[in-house]
């Protein structure tokens, strides 16, 4: 069962122009969503965060926005850049228990094109 | 400030060995997860350490078992190996948060297992 689920396997974009990617779950016990990066032979970096309680977060170019009643969540790239090439991972924190454990997505693979 | 770091970087093993993976947690974390991700998928839970003890688990075999050490440094052990062990396997390191949930979990580089 896919609790995290991002349905978009690639994603390709222009220099300059904005990146959409996006996520979907299942479980509304998620408290706490995470984007990370990940370029190959690396370990995933951390991107961006956003509780539950807030439906936007922003980071320079970077911002995550949350739609608790569609169980939605997208990272936008503004502008893209040709370094932002990587597979992506969306992350929800399950909120009961003390665990904190991480259920990911299955990446999506984003191509900026100079 | 030292940033996650796991050993080996590569490791070659076949069917019913045993490996040790190593873990060092970025300064000031105490808090140590254990994932493994196959290919094309995203990182799947196994287990996470607090303060020297297991601490919550995911659907993994008890093959698969850890430590954590009093600097918390972690080791991830897995038994009689099989061939869908191969797999990347991370380290995240994360400070346990106010409220007591383990914080932004914060990756190694992993170490790639192949199983032959």
């Known amino acids: 069962d896919q609790q995290v689920k991002q349905n978009s396997p690639s994603l390709s974009v222009q220099e300059g122009r904005i990146s959409i990617l996006n996520c979907d779950y299942t479980?509304?016990?998620?408290?706490?969503f995470l984007w990370y990066k990940k370029y190959p032979a690396e370990g995933p970096t951390f991107l961006i965060s956003i509780s539950s309680i807030k439906d936007k977060n922003e980071d320079g170019r970077f911002t995550v926005f949350l739609n608790k009643s569609a169980k939605h969540l997208s990272l936008h790239i503004v502008p893209s850049q040709p370094g932002d090439s990587a597979v992506y991972f969306c992350?929800?924190?399950?909120?009961?228990?003390?665990?904190?454990?991480?259920?990911f997505g299955q990446g999506t693979t984003l191509q900026v094109k100079p | 400030e030292t940033g996650v770091t796991q050993s080996p970087t590569h490791l070659i093993k076949t069917r019913g060995q045993q490996v040790t993976l190593r873990c060092s947690s970025r300064?000031?974390?105490?808090?140590v997860s254990w994932y493994q991700q196959a290919l094309g998928q995203g990182p799947q839970f196994i287990f996470q350490?607090?303060?020297?003890?297991?601490?919550g688990r995911g659907n993994f075999p008890p093959r698969f078992s850890g430590l954590q050490f009093p600097n918390y440094s972690s080791e991830l052990n897995v038994n009689a190996l099989e061939l869908d062990d191969s797999a990347l396997y991370l380290c995240a390191s994360s400070p346990r948060g106010a409220g007591g949930h383990s914080d932004t979990q914060y990756f190694g580089p992993g170490t790639r297992l192949t199983v032959l």
């Open positions: 992350a929800a924190r399950h909120g009961s228990g003390n665990t904190g454990k991480l259920i």
């Open positions: 300064s000031g974390h105490n808090t």
């Open positions: 350490y607090y303060r020297e003890e297991e601490n």
């Open positions: 479980n509304s016990m998620f408290d706490y």
